[in-house]
């Protein structure tokens, strides 16, 4: 799943993500509000494998987006990994980030095959 306000980033994101393996299903949100009503209806096993998510968003910051998820379905966040992409360059947003469990990575905009590549195999744990 990714989550970014900017059309253009997720686009990006999607066509990185399709080169390394285009057998992934991947639904893309420009609205952190339509992307939390989608993950907190969803049945666990429904859930995205990984969750591609932009800190800085009009509607809800990308922390605020995890911790609606914690005070409506808090069991979700057991069963999410979240990767932060972002163009922010505030130290802050890096060591808040470091206060969430579910967040598993951090990393600068935009993507690229070879850092979506390791994340994808971290997290996934397979060989690409």
Not at 10 to 34: F, M, P, R
Not at 66 to 91: A, C, F, G, W, Y
Not at 99 to 108: A, L
């Amino acid at each position: 799943m990714l989550i970014d306000d900017d059309k253009i980033f997720n686009y990006l994101h999607l066509k990185t993500l399709e080169q390394i393996d285009g057998n992934y299903e991947i639904v893309s949100y420009d609205s952190a509000v339509e992307a939390f009503e989608c993950l907190i209806a969803s049945a666990i096993e429904d859930l995205p494998d990984i969750i591609f998510l932009d800190i800085n968003m009009p509607e809800l910051t990308g922390f605020e987006l995890i911790d609606m998820i914690k005070d409506q379905r808090n069991e979700l966040l057991e069963h999410l990994k979240i990767v932060i992409v972002t163009s922010s360059l505030n130290p802050y947003d890096y060591e808040i980030q470091k206060q969430y469990h579910v967040i598993k990575e951090f990393c600068s905009k935009p993507l690229n095959i070879e850092s979506a590549g390791n994340i994808l195999n971290a997290l996934l744990n397979k060989a690409m």
